[in-house]
């Protein structure tokens, strides 16, 4: 992914930032887009995973909708040029703003989380005089086999409405006369590796499909959710996950008429591969028992390894720069980079075997949960070198925050 003249580019520029590469999530888009094109699947782009100006541009170019988790969110979806047709807005705590600002959108669908829910976007609906299109979010109880912080499809999380409220759920509609039911909605968790999930996953939609038919309602819309995971340890090799399985497991196991949609919400597997997070290491610490790698990115930049023990592959750019092509080095040395003080870029030279140290990599914020990971094995680094934190395009920049009051952080695009 790094060529010796991208590292020269990064050398050139003040650290840290998330450096994106569009020609990776072009192929990426693509992938999907003709996988699930081959079943007439629809895929809603979960938004919430990155949120980026160019990279919404980007998706939207291929025709993908929308799926948004807040106001704001579907307002950046109609900026951003998604058809409003194909933007949907879920979320278990819907502000009465919110709703009111989709409703004057005219969003395709509500994927309605309580039955309290469905009767404040119906109230909302009426005094606006419109008719709201919704679809039930489903609690499936179907165990996604990821880490429980990212798990949304169980009885004890706070997502969807549990199937025992589905007699409510089936009253309230009836009542409700300024709400149009589309179908049923369901999202079971994120970074999904495991296919089997997925089949058990429509089982349930095709129980619960059956169910709301014999209680005389058309169900038009199966959305699926998103979910489905990348590999976080090997970027390089599986940058593209593969979609045709992933679709396949759904052509298989998902009962469809031809009247029906299916829809799916990918966030993760579509931005995961195309950003790292880069940095530049400002200070080697070796203790007695830990050497520590202390970069100028924290958990400011990328809070995924401190929230959820992500893992995510770290690399020492200066030093991969260095043994594959001497001719950079000599660009480098001329001296256009933009060196922190103290810092050389002698060790480029360096072809010789280096010494693999094992670091605790760190950030330079005031927690100690800052760490990216601990005993990563890298060349011997200096101060200076530039380090790449691989697959943090999604739930990356989106989760930056401004704690210890951090400048916010810049992103980089590949040239097109
Ligand atoms: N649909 C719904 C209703 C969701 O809640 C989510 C993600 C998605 C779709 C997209 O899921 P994906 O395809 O990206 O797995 N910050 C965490 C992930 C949180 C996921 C939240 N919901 C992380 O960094 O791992």
Not at 200 to 226: D, I, P
Not at 297 to 320: F, V
Not at 394 to 410: F, H, I, T
Request: with cysteine.
């Amino acid at each position: 992914m790094f060529n010796s003249a991208l590292v020269n580019r990064f050398h050139q520029l003040e650290t840290p930032f998330y450096y994106y590469d569009l020609q990776s999530l072009k192929a990426t888009l693509k992938a999907c887009a003709d996988a699930s094109f081959k079943y007439h699947f629809q895929v809603h782009y979960a938004m919430k995973a990155n949120f980026n100006p160019r990279v919404l541009d980007t998706i939207q170019s291929f025709g993908f909708g929308a799926d948004c988790v807040s106001g704001n969110e579907v307002l950046a979806a109609v900026n951003h040029g998604f058809k409003r047709e194909k933007i949907v807005f879920a979320g278990v705590g819907k502000s009465d703003k919110e709703i009111n600002l989709a409703l004057d959108q005219n969003i395709f669908c509500f994927n309605v989380e309580s039955v309290q829910e469905l009767q404040v976007i119906n109230d909302l609906a009426a005094a606006k005089n419109k008719t709201a299109s919704i679809a039930i979010r489903i609690n499936p109880n179907v165990d996604a086999h990821t880490h429980h912080f990212i798990t949304t499809g169980l009885e004890e999380n706070k997502f969807g409405i549990n199937t025992w409220e589905l007699p409510a759920v089936a009253e309230k509609l009836r009542q409700c006369k300024n709400l149009k039911f589309l179908g049923i909605h369901f999202h079971v968790g994120s970074q999904i590796n495991d296919l089997s999930v997925f089949q058990n996953l429509c089982l349930k939609v095709n129980e619960m499909q059956l169910w709301f038919q014999e209680e005389g309602f058309e169900v038009k819309v199966l959305n699926v959710g998103g979910g489905l995971g990348v590999d976080y340890f090997l970027p390089d090799k599986n940058s593209i996950v593969d979609f045709e399985s992933y679709f396949k497991v759904f052509k298989d196991f998902l009962h469809v008429n031809p009247n029906q949609e299916v829809h799916f919400e990918l966030g993760r597997a579509l931005v995961a591969q195309c950003a790292s997070l880069i940095s530049r290491v400002l200070y080697v610490k070796n203790g007695i028992k830990k050497n520590f790698l202390i970069l100028d990115a924290g958990m400011t930049e990328l809070i995924r390894p401190m929230l959820y023990q992500a893992y995510h592959q770290i690399e020492n750019l200066s030093w991969e720069q260095g043994a594959e092509n001497e001719e950079a080095i000599s660009n480098q040395q001329s001296g256009s980079s933009n060196q922190l003080s103290g810092s050389s870029n002698s060790h480029l030279a360096t072809q010789t075997p280096h010494l693999i140290t094992s670091y605790d990599v760190v950030g330079p914020i005031c927690e100690s949960t800052d760490c990216f990971r601990t005993d990563v094995e890298l060349p011997e680094s200096k101060r200076g070198d530039l380090i790449a934190i691989r697959t943090a395009g999604a739930y990356g920049e989106v989760m930056a925050s401004g704690y210890n009051l951090r400048d916010r952080v810049q992103s980089v695009y590949s040239e097109e």
